[in-house]
Structure formats: C-alpha cells, structure tokens
C-alpha cells in the first residue's frame, strides 16, 4: 500500500508539473466503486477548464483544490448545466491510492513504490490484500478510516494466481467518457497512454497528462463541495506524521490512553497517526528496537522516546529521498521485509521473522526486537 512517504512524492511530482495549469481534456472509466460521491461525468464537469490551484495532503489521502467558476469568457470549456452544481465554488478532488493505485504523468518518471512492483504481471502469488471479498475470503478494516476493506485468506497465507483471477474485478463495465476542449489525441501509440487500469486521466493546457490507476479498486477518487479537512474521512484522522507529528509529552500522554493495545496495531492506527501503513510501523519499531506484540501500557519513557524520534526520521528520510527505496539505507528493515513470510538473514546474519499483529503482517527482527515479561496486549 502506498503510504506517506509515497503519497507525498506524488504530490510534489504533481505539483512541480501541473500546478497553476488549465485542465483542457478530461476522461474516465464508469467505475463507480473508485469514482465516488458523483458520476463520472459530474466529475468531468466540474473539473473541466479549472485551473489547479493547490494540493493538500493529511495522512494517506491527497486532494487537488480547483479554482471558481470559470468566466462566461471561458464557459465554453464546461457543461454549464452540470457545473451550475457549484455556483461560486471551488471544487476539491479527494484521492486516496488503496492498495495499489498510483497517478503518473506521462513521460516524466513516477513514484514507484514496493507493493507496485512486487504485484506486477510475473508475481507468483502475494499475501495481502485483493479487491473483491468472495470464495471464501475473511473480511477484515483496512488501515484507512472511510469504512474500505481489504480480503486475506483467513490464515493470512499466500493467495495462488488462480484464486486472484477468481476474485479481482480490474477493468470496469461500462464505457469510457470522455469530455475534451480539443479533438486531438496526444498519445502516443510507441508508449500507450493512459496506463493499464486507469480510472481518470486529466490533461492540462501544455498538454501535460496525469492519470490515476488502481488494478486492485481499492483507490477512491471523490468529488467534494467543502474543504476535505473540515470532512470526513479526513477530519477523523489522526495527527499528520510527516507535519503535525506532537511533541513527546502530548504523544506520550496519547499513548497512554490507548495501553491496552498492541503498539504495531496503535501505530496503524489512522485516528491516532495518519500516514504510517505496515512497512514505516515496521521500520520505526526495528529501529526503535521494539518488539510490535508489545503492549502500551508496559512501554517506558526511554522506549516510547524512542518509537517517537523514529517516526520523525523513518518518516522524513523516506519523503527527501522522494520514497525511493534504493536510496534507503541498506541497513532497513524494508529492504528484507517482503518475502511473503519466508524467514531471511539480514546482512549482519540476524533472522527476520514474521508475527499476526491487528490482522496485519508484521516483520521484525528477534535478535533486538524482544517480548519479554508481559502478556501480549490487543491486536
């Protein structure tokens, strides 16, 4: 799953390349499970001939801020009808990547992160999560707030190929829509665009294209009439790790009232911190040296000091170096840590294993990550 360090590359990439453009061409796919809270073509609507402003970020989720209205010098670039839903408004576009969405420009090089990779066309088989909950499949929440799921086999072992054909619905039905100020394609046929599995494409006035894709459809796109901060899921978040992560005594005091948990399950918990997904909680609690079983309430000051510097570091590391993991240092976690469960060697010659902790895979390392002289808290 993408997480803040990758959602945050993305924006700046956006940003450096679109921001203050015109949207000339607008497309989607009649996805109604990635597109939602409108029609696809209200969408197209109210996006079409809006100059992009701003693009906000809290957490996992991201949204561009449009401009007003446009003049009657330019009504012709919108459906007037449609974007009569919006009087005197600016319209915000909600985005939160799922498992494996991802939005790109063309030809300019995107953020790649591991769980993209790892489930590319070749993949064997992964051991989390596939968009449909059928065949037998447990549904269990996802670590997002906005009542998303994903589906594991009940043993949270590895799905087969067969099984993922069986229940991924990656092309939806239906047509695909397309409103435009200008008749002329700007793909090129030596390198399609849009991508594989693409739910919006958008093309702005220098031509410049950007599409969001998500194979998986556990992506949302949605149309918003009020600042997504001040709505939910958003304004249920947690403090924003990246720009808002509290000072140790008001963390520590957060901490507190949350003992009986497990510290992984509390880490990726979204009301409580926003951006960390599985591999940031497992590198800050290797690094921290804590074991993710470890309950809250038995964490002392040294350690809770700990996990807090580590969340700073992990988590501004990864977005200067624009979360590419080959930048990463070699001595990380993560560089070992997606193997399907299969036990491997660090380097230095420790173990890594892996431990269920919230319905959630979690790697660590036994050599500096120890459990000892407590029960186990709740996942």
């Not at 064997?124 to 589906?151: C, E, H, M, S, Y």
């Not at 190929?161 to 090129?188: F, W």
């Not at 009301?271 to 609690?285: H, K, P, Q, R, T």
């Not at 399907?340 to 660590?364: I, L, N, P, Q, Y």
């Amino acid at each position: 799953m993408p997480e803040l360090p990758e959602v945050e590359a993305t924006k700046r990439l956006i940003e450096r390349h679109c921001l203050g453009k015109k949207i000339i061409q607008v497309k989607t796919t009649n996805d109604e499970k990635v597109i939602q809270g409108c029609h696809p073509s209200e969408l197209e609507s109210a996006l079409l001939g809006r100059t992009l402003l701003q693009i906000g970020r809290k957490g996992k989720y991201m949204w561009f801020e449009m401009d007003t209205c446009p003049s009657s010098a330019s009504a012709s670039l919108c459906d007037s009808a449609s974007i009569s839903n919006f009087p005197g408004s600016s319209p915000w576009v909600m985005f939160h990547l799922g498992m494996t969405g991802s939005i790109d420009i063309q030809d300019i090089k995107g953020v790649r992160y591991k769980r993209m990779r790892l489930d590319g066309d070749g993949r064997k088989g992964f051991n989390v999560p596939v968009a449909v909950a059928t065949n037998g499949l447990l549904l269990i929440d996802q670590d997002v707030v906005d009542n998303t799921f994903r589906a594991t086999n009940p043993d949270d072992t590895v799905l087969s190929p067969t099984l993922l054909q069986n229940v991924t619905v990656a092309v939806p039905d239906g047509p695909i829509v397309t409103r435009s100020t200008s008749s002329k394609s700007t793909a090129k046929d030596e390198n399609p665009w849009p991508p594989r599995f693409w739910k919006l494409n958008l093309v702005f006035e220098d031509r410049i294209q950007i599409s969001f894709s998500d194979s998986r459809r556990f992506g949302r796109i949605r149309l918003m009439l009020t600042h997504p901060s001040e709505s939910d899921p958003i304004n249920r978040l947690g403090f924003d790790v990246l720009t808002s992560l509290p000072p140790l005594d008001v963390f520590t005091s957060a901490l507190r009232k949350r003992s009986a948990l497990m510290i992984k399950a509390l880490l990726l918990d979204q009301a409580f911190l926003s951006g960390i997904g599985n591999w940031v909680a497992d590198e800050v609690l290797y690094q921290a040296r804590i074991h993710p079983e470890h309950r809250v309430g038995n964490l002392g000051e040294i350690q809770i000091r700990n996990i807090h510097d580590k969340i700073r570091s992990v988590v501004q590391y990864a977005v200067e170096n624009e979360a590419d993991d080959s930048r990463f240092p070699k001595d990380w976690l993560f560089h070992y840590r997606w193997t399907g469960k299969k036990e491997v060697k660090m380097e230095g010659g420790s173990r890594v294993a892996f431990v269920t902790v919230g319905s959630r895979t979690s790697a660590f390392v036994p050599d500096f990550q120890k459990l000892i002289g407590h029960k186990k808290g709740r996942g």
